[in-house]
Each structure stands twice: as C-alpha cells, then as structure tokens.
C-alpha cells in the first residue's frame, strides 16, 4: 500500500504541476477508493499540496516566471477562506462534499478544454486586485471544504480572465501552498490526521511536481497543458459518479 500510494503521489504531482495545479485533485478520489476515509485523505491532500507546489515555485522564482503582484491577492484571500471551509466541512454530509467534488472535477476539466484563445497578443498583463481577490477567496473555500487546494478552480477562473496559460501555472503553484496549509492547520486542529500516509504523498509529491514543472516549461505547449488536465480531470469526475451512485 505504501509503495502504491508513494508512485500514485509521484505521477499525480508530476502531470499536475504541468498546469500548476495541485495534485490532491486526483489524489483525494484515489485514497478514498483505496478505502482510507474522506475526512482523513482531505488534510493529506492539502499537506500534499503545500510541499509538492512550494518545490515547484522556488524553481518557478529562480527562473523569474512567477508575477508576484497578480499572486498576492489570491494568497491573501484563499488564506483565511480556506479556514473556514475547512471548519464548514465537518458540518457538511460526505455524499453532499463528493457531489461538490464531482462538480468542481467536470467545471475544470471543460473549462480546460473547451476555453479558447487565439492569438498570443491578446493575453491580458494588468493586475486586476479585486477579482483575483474574489477567485482567491472562493478557491480558498473549496480548498478547505474539499481539501483540493484550489488551483482547479483558480486556473480555469483565471483562463477566463483573458491570463496566459503558463503565467496562470506560475501564479497557481504559489498561491495553492498558502490555501492548502491554513486549510491543513484546521484539519490537524480538529484531529483528523495521518501522519504516515502524509509523509509517503508529500515526499513523493515534491519530486513529480519539481520535474513537473521543469518538463512543462521547457517541453510542452500550453494547449497541450490544457488537454492533459481537462483528461484526467474528466476521467475522475465519470469515476466519481460511479461511486456515488
């Protein structure tokens, strides 16, 4: 089992970085249906997060990719929404918290795959604070109800904002980290931790995301980026379904 969930953790974080969004999207799903309980695989999946996308945004920062002010007012935002999602959480029945996931899994993959821009020119440079701190805070609430780290939710908003595909990578990898670990204090506050799973994800974790995101910047197109996760997101939601039903 251990070996099993170390490799999982491995290949989820090395084809998510590829988008900059955090792997506890896929790997959350998977622990469950690997039996281990859903309040249990939220907090591994937002440690995973933490640690997996803060490897890939030193290498992100040491290659000068990363625009801090468009950053900032999502990390801010998702910080202390996260919190309280995850405190909402324990009042919220787990069929209702997968049918959000199973939403949150389709909106992304579709948004990744069916949302389009044409010419290079036409990406947007400015900084607009006020909608990115309201994508912050409603990324941070899923973060922390979900346990997902929100990238799924800030990448797609973001595509929607006009935001080049591989500056929303850059943006995502750093501000997850920061909604992912206030969301992991709440949890580890409310006792619903497994420290022996968490270790073998987020040791794992940091080597995919850290090749991850050296392979995307310097290998891949950015619509090609855009498929890979609308397929596996898609993949997960039909998955889900099933389960649930």
Known sequence: MDFLIGGISF???FVFALGGVGAAIILIPILVSLG???NMAKPVGLFYNTVS??????NNIKNKRLDFKMGLPIIVASFFF???????SKFVPTNIILLLFIAFLVFSGTMFLFHKKNEEHAYRSDVPYLQLSLIGAFAGLLSGMLGIGGGGIISPLMLMLGFHPKKIAAVTAFV????????????????????HILLIASVAGVLGATLGTIFMHNKLQHTTVKKILALILLVMAVKLIFKVI
């Open 176 to 195: 997850v980290p920061f909604s992912s670990f206030s969301g992991f204090l709440t949890y580890w506050a409310m006792g619903q931790v497994n420290w």
């Open 11 to 13: 290949v989820a974080a």
């Open 82 to 88: 996260a919190i309280l999602g995850a405190y909402l």
């Open 53 to 58: 996308l803060t490897g890939a945004s030193v």
């Open 36 to 38: 281990i309980p859903i």
